[in-house]
């Protein structure tokens, strides 16, 4: 066999390789589940934020993204007959502002949650 020959023979033998390398099958992926995010309502982004705020007459933001709404927590004041918190919030909305005193207490680890208001 000559020089020539063993050259056509392997470049003959790397285009099959090439070639079985350009087949194109579907690609298999595992199902990953997608997890929608949890919508809070207005009530639990509310307590949440008065549970990490100071008491005192300091204005605190918050805003919930789920449904629009934001306000102003303008105090948080200690119940003196429980682990509750009062306070007083603005709430805008769609529907428009309200101003509301309100009672946030703990309901477990670390969740905070509205109470009546006293």
């Known amino acids: 066999m000559t020089r020539k020959n063993i050259g056509v023979l392997q470049l003959s ?3 099959l390789v090439l070639a079985g390398c350009t087949k194109v ?12 995010p949890v919508a809070k309502t207005d009530q ?26 934001a306000g102003v927590i303008e105090e948080i004041g200690v119940d003196p007959e429980s682990s ?10 769609l529907e428009g502002e309200t101003r509301f005193k309100g009672l946030a207490c703990p309901a477990g680890d670390s969740d905070w949650k509205l109470g009546p208001a006293r």
């Open 13 to 15: 033998f790397v285009a």
């Open 25 to 36: 099958e579907p690609l298999e992926t595992a199902a990953v589940p997608q997890s929608a």
């Open 44 to 69: 639990a982004v509310i307590a949440d934020t008065v549970s990490r705020g100071d008491v005192g007459v300091k204005p605190l933001a918050w805003a919930n993204p789920s449904t629009g709404s």
């Open 84 to 93: 509750c918190r009062a306070f007083v919030t603005t709430q805008r909305t």
